[in-house]
C-alpha cells in the first residue's frame, strides 16, 4: 500500500511531541522535580460559570423529547452565528454576513484544512518563526520540496520576524498567491499595527493573493486603538480569510468551538479563468467534511457573549495578562532580554549569547525545572529566542520567575 510521500519531507516530529518527549524523559529520571508547565499555550483556569451553566442547560435540553436535537447545520447555529456578528464585528464597525461565518471545532483545523480549497501550485508565504500548522499542513499536501539545514522548505517564501522589524515583518517584494499572517502573534506575542495591516491588504490585492489571517489571540490587545480584525481594515474583504477561536479567549481549548470568516466578495479563478467565489468552496469542504460543532458547546460558546460570560472572561483573559507584565518586568529585571507580553499571552525572549534555542530549552528544564517552548521550533528565524507562556496560576508564574532568574540571570 503507497503512502503519502508528502509526509516523509516533514521535520523528525511536530514541536510539541518533542518537547513532551524531552520532558517525559526528564520527569522519567527526576521524578521529585516539580516542574512548571510554561511551554504549550494551553489555559490553566476553569470554564466561566456563566459557558458552564449554557452547556449543562443545554445537555439537559437534548435529554427531552421536545429539547432533542440530531445533526446540526453545519455553518453553526443561527444563536451563535449571530452573536457572534453582533459582538466581534458590528462592536468593531465591520459589517459579516451570517452566511460568511463557519463555526468548527478549532482554529488550529481551519488554518489546516483551508489549503484544500487551493491550487496545488500556489506560491505561500509565511513570516518566520511561525505557527508550525501552516507549514506542515501545506507540506502533507505537497506544495512543496524538501527542507534544507535551517528546516525551510523548497517552494515557501519565508519573510524573517526579527527584531528589526518587531517581528511583524511587511509584505514581499515579490509576489505571492497565499500568506499566513497571525496577530496577535504565535509564538512571538507581536502585534500587528493598521499600518501593517494596511501594507499587507494593498499588498495582496495588487498581486490577487489571499491572506488567510489568525485572530485566535484578539481578545489579549490591550490597546483599543490597534485593530483586531482584517477588517476593519478598508479592502480586506476583497482579500483575506480570517480565524478566530473561543480557545483562549474563553477557556475553551478543551471543549472545543472556533469559527473562519469568508467573504463572498473573496474570489478565485480556475485555470481556465472562471471566478469562483471562495466561500462557496469552503462551505463545499465544510460540509462534506464536517458534522457540526455540537450543541451544547455552540451554547455555551453563545454564552461568552453575556454580560456575565462577557464579564467573566475578560476577568480571566486579565488574570494571564497580569502574569505576562510579571513575566516581562520580573524577567527583564533580572538582565534577559524580552519582547512582547503587552498583547499576547506570549513573552519571547533573547538566549543567552551562543546559546542555540534547544540549549536553553534543556537548560531551563534541567535547571530550573521550568518547560518553554524553543524559538527554532518555529522556524529557522526563531533560533537563538524561547517562547514563554503566561497560561499558568500566579503562584506558579511567580515561582518560575524565580527559578528562571536563578538559572539565566545570575
Not at 456578528?85 to 460568511?100: N, P
Not at 476583497?238 to 479567549?249: D, Q
Request: hydrophobic share 40%.
Amino acid at each position: 500500500m503507497r503512502i503519502n510521500e508528502n509526509y516523509q519531507k516533514l521535520q523528525a516530529g511536530y514541536l510539541f511531541p518533542e518537547i513532551g518527549r524531552r520532558v517525559r524523559a526528564f520527569s522519567a529520571e527526576n521524578p521529585a522535580a516539580n516542574l512548571i508547565r510554561l511551554g504549550i499555550g494551553d489555559v490553566t483556569l476553569p470554564l466561566a460559570p456563566a459557558i458552564v451553566d449554557a452547556i449543562k442547560a443545554a445537555t439537559d435540553e437534548l435529554g427531552t423529547d421536545a429539547g432533542h436535537r440530531g445533526y446540526g447545520p453545519e455553518q453553526g447555529y443561527d444563536f451563535l452565528v449571530d452573536a457572534i456578528r453582533e459582538h466581534d464585528y458590528k462592536a468593531r464597525g465591520v459589517d459579516i454576513d451570517s452566511d460568511e461565518i463557519f463555526v468548527s471545532d478549532g482554529s488550529k483545523q481551519d488554518s489546516g484544512n483551508i489549503q484544500e480549497i487551493f491550487s496545488s501550485e500556489l506560491r505561500i508565504a509565511v513570516t518566520d518563526p511561525v505557527y508550525p500548522v501552516y507549514v506542515d499542513t501545506n507540506v502533507m499536501a505537497g506544495r512543496t520540496g524538501g527542507a534544507d539545514d535551517l528546516g525551510r522548505y523548497d517552494g515557501f517564501i519565508y519573510l524573517p520576524a526579527t527584531e528589526a522589524n518587531g517581528f511583524m515583518p511587511g509584505p514581499p517584494e515579490t509576489a505571492a498567491d497565499l500568506v499566513y499572517l497571525c496577530s496577535p502573534n504565535n509564538p512571538t506575542g507581536a502585534v500587528a499595527s493598521r499600518e501593517n495591516l494596511a501594507s499587507w491588504v494593498a499588498w495582496a490585492r495588487e498581486h490577487s493573493a489571499v491572506i488567510v489571517f489568525d485572530a485566535a489571540y484578539d481578545a489579549f490587545i490591550r490597546d483599543p486603538v490597534l485593530p483586531r480584525s482584517i477588517y476593519e481594515i478598508d479592502g480586506a474583504r476583497e482579500c483575506a480569510i480570517e480565524m478566530r477561536s473561543f480557545s483562549k479567549r474563553a477557556g475553551f481549548t478543551g471543549v472545543r468551538c472556533a469559527y473562519t470568516v469568508v467573504p463572498k466578495a473573496l474570489i478565485g479563478t480556475t485555470p481556465s479563468g472562471e471566478e469562483i467565489a471562495l466561500r462557496d468552496l469552503w462551505s463545499r469542504r465544510h460540509a462534506t467534511k464536517f458534522n457540526s460543532v455540537p450543541y451544547p458547546i455552540q451554547r455555551g460558546a453563545e454564552a461568552v457573549f453575556s454580560p456575565e460570560g462577557k464579564r467573566q472572561t475578560s476577568v480571566q483573559v486579565d488574570y494571564y495578562m497580569a502574569n505576562a507584565a510579571n513575566l516581562r518586568a520580573e524577567l527583564a529585571a533580572a538582565g534577559i532580554t524580552v519582547f512582547a507580553g503587552e498583547h499576547a499571552p506570549y513573552i519571547w525572549i533573547r538566549t543567552p549569547e551562543g546559546e542555540t534555542s534547544w540549549d536553553f530549552f534543556d537548560r531551563l528544564l534541567h535547571e530550573a525545572h521550568v518547560v518553554c517552548t524553543p524559538g527554532s521550533g518555529f522556524g529557522a528565524s526563531g533560533e537563538g529566542y524561547a517562547r514563554i507562556s503566561a497560561f499558568n496560576s500566579r503562584k506558579n508564574v511567580d515561582e518560575a520567575i524565580q527559578r528562571i532568574g536563578r538559572a539565566v540571570g545570575g
